[in-house]
């Protein structure tokens, strides 16, 4: 990458509801990424931050007994924790009510004069998303909204308006082209289809009347702006835009993460607003798709939503990481469930990589004093890691290290380190023999706990711990110790399945 800074970028939550699953998606991705690049010696700008106006935030706080800044300051503060609580290594949170924002975008406003006009606009709108739809999207879904369930309103309004018809080609161009490039790939030819059906010029604005919580219109107080034209420029003003100079130095952004649902937004609401700016498109908007419950849409209504702070409290924060960077992926939907995530962390966290710490520390401590001697260097070809990385892939790149452990316990179980100690005493060649197993399987690990570093940041410190120095640390603890469901039998606590690897006989 010739650029000195690197800029990833998380879409910003609306904050009248709980942070949720496809939220921590964001968060995660981009953390991978940039722990990635910073493994690679890349400097990284990480942003994240909330999207705080509009009448849904206005109407709760009301309920609530609140302004609605105060209930924005107490949403707000819930995203920050999620984000602190999954260890994202974000450098920039911004919020859409800081007064640097507000300026912000009341200047991009002014810039923009030129492809704004005012009119009369009716139309169908979801109170629920805040959004309008067009008559096709209100006849296809029978005029109810399918996310909120709710009849959609019949709005007749003036506002001001994008003259999208002033970009259209140009965005075209530069997706088809991959200047922006849309990760995955269908997902970039299903805009493109959406677009070549005609993008209309996009409401930017409300009346005060309809929306008073919002950044008032430049030179019309009577107008509010409408929330993508305030929300989309959080991605230049957390940068410093226009005040700050050095602002230059990051955008365009190399990855902007955002869920299938906002494409739209971002790959046809978001570069008009750029390039009537005169400013670069950002270079990749990695779309990632839906977490499904047990292949249905997680929804408050059937009672199926998943919490990712109730996850993380529960099983521990690698364990979170590694089912949703591993066995959910990261270019289409995927499917959580209890006894799924539970499977994961029993037979992969707990055996293929709890197991093998604790057995290698055990062999080296009891065979050869802790003393892991010469490591070989890694044998594994990491073409294909590296590969998915750059290409966004971040369940093929996890899973290929994965299998170097899961590789690294079979090769274990055929050499039988502990039958070779039992040798050692009456043969020198054993000696030499067991110390390059030992040591190669130490290297192993090693290697793949690089590869997972960007995925689970806090169980490879710990390995790092154990190996890193060429003495063996004995954990005080086991990496993963198993869960007992209550789907199995209750047995008690000596007859339940072990949480760490025999010891190995010793010699």
């Known amino acids: 990458m010739s650029k000195t800074h690197l800029y990833i970028a998380t879409a910003i939550p609306y904050v ?4 949720h699953i496809g939220n921590a998606m964001d968060y995660l991705l981009a953390d991978i990424w940039t722990r990635y690049q910073m493994q690679q010696g890349h400097a990284v700008r990480f942003s994240a931050g909330t999207d705080e106006h ?3 935030n206005a109407q709760t706080a009301l309920k609530q007994g609140l302004t609605p800044q105060a209930f924005a300051d107490q949403q707000s503060a819930k995203y920050l924790e999620l984000i602190q609580k999954m260890k994202a290594s974000y450098t920039d949170f911004i919020r859409t009510t800081n007064p640097e924002h507000t300026r912000a975008v009341q200047y991009i406003w002014q810039r923009l004069k030129s492809h704004i006009y005012k009119g009369s606009y009716e139309g169908w709108y979801c109170q629920g998303c805040e959004s309008f739809v067009t008559d096709k999207e209100a006849t296809t879904n ?5 996310d909120h369930k709710t009849p959609y309103q019949r709005v007749k309004e003036d506002n001001y308006f994008l003259k999208m018809s002033d970009f259209i080609p140009q965005i075209k161009a530069a997706i088809e082209s991959d200047k922006l490039k849309i990760v995955p790939a269908a997902k970039k030819k299903e805009f493109l289809s959406l677009i070549a059906a005609g ?3 996009v409401s930017i604005s409300r009346p005060k009347k309809s929306l008073s919580w919002g950044v008032v219109v430049p030179d019309d107080p009577d107008q509010v702006m409408y929330v993508w034209l305030d929300a989309l420029s959080n991605y230049i003003t957390v940068l410093g835009y226009p005040e700050n100079e050095s602002w230059k130095d990051f955008w365009p952004a190399d990855v902007q993460v955002l869920g299938k649902d906002i494409l739209r937004f971002h ?17 990749t908007l990695l779309v990632h798709g839906f977490v499904l419950a047990g292949g249905a849409k ?6 199926n939503v998943v919490d990712p702070n109730a996850l993380i409290d529960k099983y521990g924060l690698d364990a979170f990481r590694y089912y949703f960077s591993r066995h959910i992926p990261t270019l289409d939907d995927g499917d959580f469930t209890y006894e799924k995530f539970e499977n994961a962390y029993n037979n992969e966290l707990a055996n293929d990589l709890g197991n093998l710490v604790s057995r290698t520390a055990t062999m080296i401590n009891n065979y050869q004093s802790g003393v892991v001697g010469d490591i070989p260097a890694p044998k594994h070809d990491m073409f294909y890691y590296h590969t998915a990385i750059k290409e966004f892939r971040f369940s093929d790149a996890i899973t290929d290290a994965w299998s170097l452990l899961q590789g690294l316990n079979r090769y274990i179980d055929e050499t039988k380190p502990w039958e070779i100690a039992k040798t050692v005493k009456d043969d020198a060649e054993a000696e030499e023999h067991l110390g390059e197993v030992l040591s190669r399987i130490v290297g192993t690990i090693m290697q793949a706990n690089t590869m997972l570093e960007p995925f689970l940041p ?3 410190a710990k390995v790092k711990q154990i190996f890193g120095t060429g003495v063996v640390k004995m954990p005080d603890k086991v990496l993963f110790p198993k869960i007992i469901t209550k789907t199995e039998p209750s047995v008690p606590p000596a007859a ?7 010891t190995p006989p010793s010699s």
């Open 142 to 146: 029978e005029g109810i909204c399918p």
């Open 199 to 201: 993008m209309p010029d």
């Open 496 to 502: 339940s399945a072990p949480t760490s690897a025999p």
């Open 54 to 56: 509009g009448n849904k």
């Open 16 to 19: 009248n509801g709980a942070p």
């Open 458 to 460: 806090d169980a490879t």
């Open 298 to 303: 997680m929804s408050k209504t059937v009672g």
């Open 267 to 283: 790959a046809g609401i978001w570069p008009a607003i750029l390039l009537g700016l005169n400013l670069p498109l950002p270079k």
